[in-house]
């Protein structure tokens, strides 16, 4: 059966084989969990052989091997998908700082990022004999004392599809890629490029509007990827795909009210939006709107204009801009009845 395992926190464990997790058998479901400092002389948190598991949502801080995958090492023909997580600060002493893949291991790592891990050959991804799937990731600031900074190939043909490999570092060769004896099969991937992120020096990873990453990625029909990006936001946005782990925003939607059949309509000019509710008669509703944490966002005041309640939101101000997201529309009509809708700021 399938061994499932959530929402859970592995905090300095220690072993031969997986600090945290080694899975020699059972077909694993490992999801929304958070990895840190664990340690092990293979897989400083999770070790996988001849097995299948589903990897997601997890988070991996600062775990260590001192062999090989100082965060996931997976061999021997396993068949693991690793999708929407994020490996910080993971060291190996030997190969794949963050994750290590052997023996034509069936992997999918799509939709990861892979910043500042460090280890000898590949500080991000090491490869050895293996062919993984490397899809819309973002391998970035990593650092090899030896070959590969971000992704190391040993008699290994990677599939790399709309992936940032950018500013990683190596002490001898290949600071973003590295191959020896390879034949890697590289597509709208942006490797060795600045990529104009919004602010790497304060880790967001997001696309800015200048960069060249937007709208650049190949068709995703069989790409398996997920329906959000890393940051919980649509993962296709303007009709295209983006490359790396995060989709830039560069729309507005609006979607139905879920109480009522009632409609929240909105148009957005520059850096205002306008929204309109239909039905709606009065001047003192107040429309509040809120991020997906809780935390409000604004307090619009309306104007009405033929029958209709209309409120501006301005996406930038004197406190400082709105971020990208999902955030829930509140108001109370004048029978007091709760009405809700949710706008997408891309």
Same mark, same amino acid.
């Given at each position: 059966?399938?061994?499932?395992?959530?929402?859970?926190?592995?905090?300095?464990?220690?072993?031969?084989?997986? !600090?945290?997790?080694?899975?020699?058998?059972?077909?694993?479901?490992?999801?929304?969990?958070?990895?840190?400092?664990?340690?092990?002389?293979? !897989?400083?948190?999770?070790?996988?052989?001849?097995?299948?598991?589903?990897?997601?949502?997890?988070?991996?801080?600062?775990?260590?091997?001192?062999?090989?995958?100082?965060? +996931?090492?997976?061999?021997?023909?396993?068949?693991?998908?690793?999708?929407?997580?994020?490996?910080?600060?993971?060291?190996?002493?030997?190969?794949?700082?963050? $994750?290590? $893949?052997?023996?034509?291991?069936?992997?999918?790592?799509?939709?990861?990022? $892979?910043?500042?891990?460090? !280890?000898?050959?590949?500080?991000?991804?090491?490869? $050895?004999?293996?062919? #993984?799937?490397?899809?819309?990731?973002?391998?970035?600031?990593?650092?090899?004392?030896?070959?590969?900074?971000?992704?190391?190939?040993?008699?290994?043909? @990677?599939?790399?599809?709309?992936?940032?490999?950018?500013?990683?570092?190596?002490?001898?060769? !290949?600071?973003?890629?590295?191959?020896?004896?390879?034949?890697?099969?590289?597509?709208?991937?942006? +490797?060795?490029?600045?990529?104009?992120?919004?602010?790497?020096?304060?880790?967001?990873?997001?696309?800015?509007? /200048?960069?060249?990453?937007?709208?650049?990625?190949?068709?995703?029909?069989? =790409?398996?990827? #997920?329906?959000?990006?890393?940051?919980?936001? @649509?993962?296709?946005?303007?009709?295209?795909?983006?490359?790396?782990?995060?989709?830039?925003?560069?729309?507005?939607?609006?979607?139905?009210?879920?109480?009522?059949?009632?409609?929240?309509?909105?148009?957005?000019?520059?850096?205002?939006?306008?929204?309109?509710?239909?039905?709606?008669?009065?001047?003192? =509703?107040?429309?509040?709107?809120?991020?997906?944490?809780?935390?409000?966002?604004? =307090?619009?005041? @309306?104007?009405?204009?033929?029958?209709?309640?209309?409120?501006?939101? #301005? /996406?930038?101000?004197?406190?400082?801009?709105?971020? @990208?997201?999902?955030?829930?529309?509140?108001?109370?009509?004048?029978?007091?009845?709760?009405l809700r809708g949710s706008v997408v700021v891309r």
């Amino acid at each position: 059966g399938i061994v499932k395992i959530k929402n859970s926190v592995f905090y300095k464990n220690t072993a031969n084989y997986g !600090g945290a997790i080694y899975n020699n058998s059972n077909e694993l479901l490992i999801d929304s969990c958070v990895f840190i400092e664990n340690s092990a002389v293979h !897989g400083g948190a999770i070790r996988m052989r001849k097995t299948g598991a589903t990897i997601s949502n997890c988070r991996f801080f600062d775990n260590y091997a001192s062999t090989d995958g100082g965060a +996931i090492k997976i061999v021997s023909n396993s068949s693991v998908k690793v999708y929407s997580s994020i490996f910080k600060g993971n060291r190996a002493k030997s190969s794949g700082g963050a $994750v290590y $893949v052997q023996d034509q291991a069936a992997i999918f790592f799509i939709n990861n990022l $892979v910043v500042a891990n460090t !280890g000898f050959n590949g500080a991000g991804i090491a490869c $050895v004999e293996a062919s #993984p799937y490397i899809i819309n990731n973002t391998i970035y600031g990593n650092s090899a004392s030896g070959h590969g900074g971000g992704i190391h190939m040993d008699v290994s043909s @990677p599939k790399i599809y709309n992936t940032i490999v950018s500013e990683n570092a190596a002490g001898y060769n !290949g600071n973003d890629l590295y191959e020896d004896n390879g034949n890697p099969r590289i597509e709208n991937s942006l +490797i060795g490029v600045e990529v104009n992120f919004t602010d790497a020096e304060k880790e967001d990873f997001s696309l800015s509007p /200048l960069s060249s990453a937007i709208d650049s990625g190949r068709d995703t029909a069989w =790409l398996r990827l #997920p329906k959000l990006d890393l940051a919980g936001n @649509p993962r296709v946005s303007g009709g295209r795909i983006d490359i790396g782990a995060y989709e830039y925003q560069d729309g507005t939607n609006v979607a139905m009210d879920w109480q009522s059949p009632r409609t929240w309509w909105a148009e957005r000019k520059g850096d205002v939006i306008t929204f309109r509710v239909s039905e709606q008669k009065g001047a003192n =509703l107040l429309l509040k709107i809120y991020d997906v944490s809780g935390k409000q966002a604004a =307090l619009l005041s @309306p104007v009405v204009k033929a029958g209709e309640l209309m409120y501006q939101w #301005p /996406l930038t101000s004197k406190s400082g801009e709105i971020k @990208p997201g999902m955030y829930i529309l509140h108001m109370q009509d004048n029978n007091q009845t709760l009405l809700r809708g949710s706008v997408v700021v891309r």
